[in-house]
């Protein structure tokens, strides 16, 4: 059997130092605030090359602090892309704002800059979110940061997916205006359980985010704000710091496994921006259309390989907003995607027999279906 993805492939002295942690954080009651969140901080905003990093509970409240940071709030509009994850719509509702869903531009699988003048001339947005799925970066992003700095909309960048991605041969996180992350356990650099980040260069917008993370607070019991509790605590940041002395070299095993699927599979890979140059490798996507999807699904289920379709449904079919008045510019590319897309196992120290193992299911499936 070969897993979708596997969290017990790691390091190893990375337990024994893991655990060593635990029993420091344990003997001296150290569970929230204190040297381990200032370190992780510090190590997010070096690798990232940011000025701040601003931890916090998960990636939904990053994007919902970045949000409220940026002055959103009641009956504010802001505009997504169709295919993200639901956090990303569900934040805007979270902090009592409005969505409007813009749909994408195939090339990059990604927020189609067209649609996004479109939107700002024909709607009032507050802010714009733009989610760099899969892990790489949209070839657009440049113009659609200037787009939405001479509009003087702030763009926040949902970067849940694209930790340790590359944009101009910088962090992909240098150069945006507010940027947040997921350190859900199966991301690229991922926790024990929640976390998350928000990333700028802003001092001011990065004041806000710390006092809105924890509950408004000025001085212990003194507020000058309505947030929230969205602390990260000290176990998550010590796995966290620990995991982080690895990134290069988990970034780069996947790099070889990418590289192995983009040589070897014989199913067009449609969207792969600048072959993956940009891309921390978070997910490995293959697309060409449903009956072969389905066909090479039913041959990978045979074979007890796993395999996900990361999305299945575009934003705006989501059940909960059926009965909402949903603003929107929509033209069924998200659909497209949807129907077409399969994501492989991808992980760190998945081995070469495995890989090569999948691709040959997967060719195999190909030219069967196709022949």
């Known amino acids: 059997m070969i897993p979708f993805i596997d969290l017990n492939r790691k390091e190893n002295t990375f337990h024994n130092e893991w655990l060593k942690k635990v029993n420091s954080i344990s003997k001296n009651s150290e569970f929230l605030e204190g040297k381990d969140i200032n370190l992780l901080e510090e190590n997010l905003c070096r690798f990232n090359e940011v000025d701040y990093a601003i931890s916090c509970a998960n990636g939904t409240d990053a994007i ?4 409220r940071a940026c002055g959103v709030g009641v009956r504010d509009e802001v505009i997504i892309q169709n295919n993200t994850f639901w ?8 902090v009592g704002a409005i969505p409007i869903i813009i749909d994408i531009e195939l090339q ?8 996004l003048k479109n939107a700002i001339l024909k709607f009032n947005p507050k802010a714009v979110i733009i989610a760099h799925i899969y892990g790489w970066s949209n070839s657009q992003l440049e113009n659609i940061r200037q787009m939405c700095k001479i509009k003087k909309i702030p763009l926040i960048e949902d970067g849940a997916q694209s930790f340790g991605s590359l944009y101009q041969n910088n962090s992909i996180f240098k150069n945006s205006y507010i940027s947040t992350t997921s350190f859900y356990p199966s991301k690229v650099l991922g926790a024990a359980g929640n976390g998350g980040c928000v990333f700028t260069n802003d001092k001011n917008l990065a004041i806000k985010v710390r006092k809105l993370s924890n509950h408004g607070r000025m001085d212990r019991y003194l507020h000058d704000a309505i947030g929230w509790n969205s602390r990260m605590d000290t176990l998550q940041a010590a796995y966290l710091n620990v995991s982080i ?6 970034i780069e095993s996947r790099r070889k496994t990418q590289k192995i699927y983009h040589n070897q599979l014989e199913v067009p890979q449609l969207y792969s921006p600048n072959n993956y140059l940009d891309n921390a490798d978070c997910q490995v996507c293959i697309f060409k259309n449903q009956r072969i999807r389905d066909f090479i699904t039913e041959e990978l289920t045979k074979e007890k390989i796993g395999f996900s379709i990361i999305y299945p449904k575009p934003v705006s079919d989501q059940i909960a907003l059926k009965k909402l008045n949903i603003k929107s510019i929509l033209n069924k590319n998200t659909e497209k995607l949807c129907n077409r897309i399969l994501n492989l196992p991808l992980f760190p120290y998945i081995t070469f027999n495995e890989v090569e193992k999948i691709v040959t299911v997967v060719n195999k499936s190909y030219r069967k279906i196709t022949s």
Do not use: F, G, P, W
């Open 64 to 67: 919902q602090l970045a949000l």
């Open 87 to 94: 956090a990303t719509c569900e934040a805007v509702y979270n």
């Open 108 to 115: 990059n699988a990604s927020m189609d800059a067209k649609y």
């Open 245 to 250: 002395k690895y990134i290069n070299e988990r």
